[in-house]
């Protein structure tokens, strides 16, 4: 009985596994050639300069965020997630119960709810 449990537990993930195993077998020999084919020399103290694009940095590093940008990743943010679950819901809706329509509809309800924020946020702060 609890040899076919773990049976059953293994078969309903084998195709995780088999990902995870291909994952590894693909970045494993890109991370060992890259490895050898490397220099082997690192004591050149132009590496470890801060450098952007080839020049050396002027002035501060640290700088003030443009909050202009603020409702863009808020909303950049939200369809990405919604994205990302409407794409499984709906591909897998023929073979759904009528009541798996309901959280979904909560789940946009939130969605659109996040997304009304942020353009809240925009005009409040007058961004657009």
């Keep these: 009985m609890l040899a076919a449990l773990v049976g059953e537990i293994v078969s309903n993930y084998s195709n995780v596994l088999m990902m995870f195993g291909f994952a590894i077998t693909a970045t494993a020999p890109a991370l060992l050639l890259s490895k050898m084919i490397s220099p082997k020399k690192r004591n050149n103290p132009v590496k470890f300069l801060p450098m952007e694009c080839g020049q050396v940095p002027k002035g501060e590093g640290r700088t003030h965020f443009m909050m202009q940008y603020y409702a863009y990743v808020l909303m950049f943010v ?51």
């Design 78 to 128: 939200v369809f990405d997630v919604m994205a990302i679950f409407l794409y499984s819901w709906g591909s897998t809706i023929l073979n759904l119960e009528r009541t798996a329509t309901l959280p979904i509809i909560i789940f946009l309800g939130i969605m659109f709810a996040a997304m009304a924020f942020a353009l809240y946020q925009s005009k409040r702060r007058n961004i657009w």
